[in-house]
């Protein structure tokens, strides 16, 4: 990646940016807040009659100017930077969200980002990418937990929404579905990944 990991948090916002088609209302920059390196990824948000209020908070290793930065940690900053963007569209377009949205939307940018937005060695094996993003992966919380059934749901409806997008897939129409499902509200996120 970028050895600047600011450089890292605009391009990310940049390119889901670009790709979605959207305007610039913030920089994620801004909000970022350092926490140690054994917490995770947190989208802190609080909703007042003055606005919203919120921090993106990373572990501190993705935020070092020359750490290099393992798997874990990019698909952290990747998840974070895709909370903050989406928010700040939703408050912009005066839409609501829920934290499901937010779940499942970044979950799909992961894919957009790795394997749509720039054609590299992520894009050569959709199958593999798939595999380690929605097959091959732990849940730090419980089943039974309503951040757990969570987290659960938003992987398997991304995992069956962006299975349609591989190799051959026209980009003007692949572009034209996902800026379609950026837009959506919950209902109709849930409807189009379950018709997938």
Not at 139 to 165: C, I, K, Q
Not at 175 to 181: G, K
């Amino acid at each position: 990646m970028l050895a600047s990991k600011s450089g890292l948090l605009r391009s990310i916002q940049t390119r889901l940016e670009r790709f979605y088609g959207l305007e610039r209302s913030v920089d994620v920059r801004d909000f970022v807040r350092e926490v140690a390196d054994d917490q995770r990824e947190t989208l802190l948000v609080r909703e007042s009659d003055d606005g919203v209020e919120v921090a993106l908070l990373l572990p501190r290793r993705a935020l070092e100017p020359h750490a290099a930065l393992d798997a874990d940690t990019v698909l952290q900053v990747v998840e974070g930077v895709s909370h903050l963007v989406y928010l700040a569209e939703r408050v912009r377009t005066r839409l609501p969200t829920t934290r499901l949205e937010l779940e499942l939307q970044a979950e799909v940018d992961k894919f957009v980002l790795l394997a749509l937005d720039r054609r590299d060695r992520f894009a050569e094996d959709h199958a593999a990418l798939h595999e380690v993003l929605y097959e091959r992966v732990r849940y730090l919380h419980d089943p039974s937990s309503e951040d757990g059934a969570r987290y659960r749901l938003a992987n398997e409806l991304a995992s069956r929404y962006v299975r349609r997008f591989g190799p051959g897939a026209s980009d003007r129409a692949l572009l034209a579905e996902l800026r379609r499902f950026y837009r959506a509200g919950q209902a109709e996120k849930i409807r189009l990944a379950r018709a997938a």
